[in-house]
């Protein structure tokens, strides 16, 4: 089974704290994903790399940027966190065809203060 | 912009019951849709993947079909347990667009007993 790993889960931060959260994905899949989730506005999609060192903005880059320095681990990093910010982050792993599935990871739910 | 829209946003069912979950979506030119469940506070997790040259997909108790002359797909779930109790996404893919996927909001499903 793939395996799409956050390893942290919940995390408090300060506003103006620089933030790290990581992403491990097990399957050698050639995309990887980072959303957030919000109640009313469902997933959005920050940022997103087809390869290593290759990253696309997605719907709502801004504040945020990303780190992808080996296929499979692709890091989402708050230069300056802001309030605004609290939110569940989901990573998610792709290996690329109409026919395969995308996995997720488990979450990391930051709060930001 | 596609825009993907889940009808109900709730919904809470007696066990044993068969029932329809709905999705709509407003751009036909998808490369695939899918469906993931999400329970609380945690990832998103793939349940049927319906590819746009197919009609529908089968797995255990679950049905998803998917017309995209009229922009719609169903979830069908038979025979509902306490444990079906989750939120239900779907998401397309454009085609074109072939890493981004679009979400609806979900609809939060309650089996009772």
């Known amino acids: 089974d793939v395996k799409v790993t956050q390893s942290s889960r919940y995390l408090v931060k300060r506003t103006g704290e620089k933030v790290f959260l990581e992403c491990v994905q097990d399957m050698d899949h050639e995309n990887m994903f980072w959303y957030r989730q919000d109640p009313g506005l469902g997933l959005r999609l920050i940022y997103f790399s087809y390869d290593v060192k290759m990253k696309e903005k997605g719907d709502i880059p801004e504040g945020y940027s990303v780190s992808r320095e080996k296929k499979e681990r692709f890091s989402l990093i708050l230069e300056s966190a802001s309030t605004n910010q609290t939110s569940m982050y989901l990573c998610?792993?792709?290996?690329?065809?109409?026919?395969?599935?995308?996995?997720f990871g488990e979450g990391s739910w930051l709060t930001v203060v | 912009k596609q825009e993907v829209t889940q009808i109900p946003a709730a919904l809470s069912v007696p066990e044993g019951e068969n029932l329809v979950l709905n999705c709509s979506f407003t751009d036909s030119a998808i490369y695939n849709l899918q469906w993931f469940r999400q329970d609380p506070g945690k990832g998103l997790t793939s349940l049927l993947l319906i590819q746009s040259s197919q009609r529908e997909q089968t797995s255990g108790r679950l049905n998803a079909s998917l017309d995209k002359s009229s922009g719609r797909s169903t979830l069908y779930i038979a025979a509902s347990q306490p444990g079906d109790s989750a939120t239900y996404l779907c998401a397309v893919r454009p085609a074109g667009t072939a890493s981004k996927l679009t979400f609806g909001t979900g609809t939060r499903l309650q089996v009772t007993l």
């Open positions: 998610a792993s792709w290996a690329g065809g109409s026919g395969n599935t995308i996995y």
